[in-house]
């Protein structure tokens, strides 16, 4: 959807500089803009290839399976009945670690492995399991201890302190998977709420037929 959204995007602007006479203009930013991504990436490619190497080494180092231990009782909390030292945990603990250090694109693979060791003990292989959804809310929220992706933008134009913004990042942050998982747990108890009811007015319907027959 979003290929079809960017190719619409540029043959509106290279249409409308055509009707108004500037496709040179047109021209120019198009090229223009090309090596200014190019730059970009490799500048934002340095920043992630570092903490995204700093987290190999604290995965082989075994810091993952240490940070496993001290986040067991959180991770109990927030995912009741799943095994803290599990595949899905670990997963889901280095994503969460990705995005605590703003690495959205480093976290992306771990949030599908994650996903994907969640789905094996999904009792209902056809809908998301509460974990699953609780998961998506987290990832989506994206806790940021330190943006580093946003920091690295601010930096490279021109920001005299590209970490000032970390009040804000950590309010917004904190405060949009706070809510998420609350309304993630409000509604996960609705959910198993009528599906509960329903399976009883099926079994009584159930009965009910069979008494009549």
Known sequence: MLNWLWAGMMLVSIA??????????????????GGAAITLSLTLGGAMCLWGGIMRVAEKGG??????????PVMRLLFPGLDPTGPACRAMLMNMAANFLGLGNAATPLGLKAME????SNPDPTTASNHMVTFVVLNTASIQLIPTTVATLRLKYGAAAPLDILPAVWMTSFSAAAVGILLSRVYGGLFRRKAGEGKRLSAAGGRARRRTV
């Open 16 to 33: 409308a500089g055509a009707i108004n006479g500037r496709l040179p203009e047109v021209t120019g930013a198009l090229l223009q803009g």
């Open 63 to 72: 810091l993952t399976e240490a940070v496993s231990r001290v986040l067991a």
């Open 117 to 120: 060791e969640l789905q094996k």
